[in-house]
Nanobody, 110 residues
Framework: QVQLVESGGGLVQAGGSLSLSCAAT????????MGWYRQAPGKQRELVAV??????NYGESVKGRFTVSRDYAKNMVYLQMNSLKPEDTAVYYC?????WGQGIQVTVSS
């Protein structure tokens, strides 16, 4: 049974940086994408960034500002968020296949 636990996040001013981490337990296959989605109040959950051994995809709104990385040996995935904007405020969810973490709040103040 795969479980995902996020850490990091919090409150930051616009233009600042934050990093998120997600630790996965259970059987994790490196060929399956693992990464991050987010959901702002009143909006649908959207792709932030996911990565596997063969490809990495970013949501359009974060390209050039966010970087996803993955440690396959440790079953970890990270998200480095730079040049944060108030519109990045959301609950960020770690994702692997059909599994989701509990979510972690990121708030960017203007």
């Amino acid at each position: 049974q795969v479980q995902l636990v996020e850490s990091g996040g919090g409150l930051v001013q616009a233009g600042g940086s934050l990093s998120l981490s997600c630790a996965a337990t259970g059987y994790i296959f490196g060929g399956v994408a693992m990464g991050w989605y987010r959901q702002a109040p009143g909006k649908q959950r959207e792709l932030v960034a996911v990565t596997s051994r063969t490809r990495t995809n970013y949501g359009e709104s974060v390209k050039g500002r966010f970087t996803v990385s993955r440690d396959y040996a440790k079953n970890m995935v990270y998200l480095q968020m730079n040049s944060l904007k108030p519109e990045d405020t959301a609950v960020y969810y770690c994702n692997y296949n059909l599994k989701w973490g509990q979510g972690i709040q990121v708030t960017v103040s203007s």
